[in-house]
């Protein structure tokens, strides 16, 4: 990769020590003449990426995931640097930036294009996920009762507490939680895990990309909670029945020259 020559940087202060690390980022950057555009206001404001050459997101994982439709817009790649406690998406350690940064900024990285999850209501246009889209049985409390259908066949009816559609990056976040399987980020396929299912046989279930599911509620049933990414997935409540597919669009993730996919899992879940 060519030396950088712009950088914007997004620094998310409800995550303790952000401050800090943003004017960091800011002296190194400049120390090696790049040029440096940094906002403390989160979500960032619109544009805020345009003409960019890269991102660095400071906070969590929520933070690099808040800019996704930034990122995508502007096809501005995201290095993060992590305050989060797992971090699965970090590019960057917060105490190790003064030998971590220099070679990114010289152009020294790979770009990962991650897939993505597309979901719309009926009457929606596409809307886009880089970890998940969950489907949960609503504010009561009570069991959810959904039917899931791939194209015209259907594949099962669950009874439970929702229903997690993950991508591999979203695999290790709340697809591991719900008991579902850690996938390589290369893999181009799709996740489906029950969460809390209402019966010892339901299983989570791996689909190819180029396949398209479809939810469905219990018809008279409370209206779903639908959320993509940890956030509301719809400004109302969405019209049922939801296609969810592998998008055309991808993510463009920043990851150092040597980065192990393996290591990383190793030390965040502690395998020793």
Same mark, same amino acid.
């Given at each position: ?57 400071? *906070?969590?994982? &929520?933070? %690099?995931?808040? @800019? ?6 502007? #096809?501005? =790649?995201?290095?993060?640097? /992590?305050? *989060?406690?797992? &971090?699965? %998406?970090?590019? @960057? ?6 030998? #971590?940064? =220099?070679?990114?900024?010289? /152009? ?73 399987p850690i996938v390589h980020p290369e893999a181009e396929v799709m996740l489906m895990t029950p969460i809390s299912a209402h019966s010892l046989t339901s299983r989570p279930l791996v689909f190819p990309s180029g396949i398209g599911l479809r939810i ?57």
């Open positions: 990769m060519d030396p950088l020559k712009k950088v914007a940087i997004v620094a998310n202060l409800t995550k303790s020590g952000t401050q800090d690390v943003a004017q960091l980022l800011v002296k190194i950057c400049l120390d090696y003449h790049v040029e440096v555009n940094l906002t403390e206001q989160f979500p960032c404001p619109p544009d805020f990426l345009r003409g960019m050459d890269v991102c660095l997101s400071v *906070g969590g994982d &929520g933070t %690099l995931l808040n @800019l996704l439709d930034e990122a995508i817009a502007h #096809e501005v =790649p995201v290095a993060g640097v /992590g305050l *989060g406690k797992l &971090g699965f %998406l970090a590019t @960057l350690s917060p105490n190790d930036l003064e030998n #971590e940064l =220099p070679p990114l900024l010289k /152009g020294d990285f790979l770009i990962r294009r991650r897939s993505l999850i597309g979901f719309r209501d009926r009457t929606g246009k596409e809307k886009i996920a880089l970890n998940d889209l969950v489907v949960k049985s609503g504010l009561t409390g009570r069991l959810g009762h959904f039917s899931v259908f791939c194209g015209k066949e259907r594949v099962a009816d669950y009874s439970s507490d929702g229903i997690v559609f993950s991508t591999p990056t979203g695999s290790t976040a709340y697809n591991l939680a719900a008991g579902g469905e509620k219990e018809e008279n049933s409370a209206n779903p909670h639908v959320s993509a990414d940890g956030r509301d997935a719809f400004a109302e409540c969405p019209e049922f029945p939801l296609e969810i597919f592998v998008s055309e669009k991808t993510f463009p993730l920043i990851e150092t020259i040597g980065h192990s996919h393996f290591r990383v899992l190793r030390n965040k879940l502690k395998w020793g």
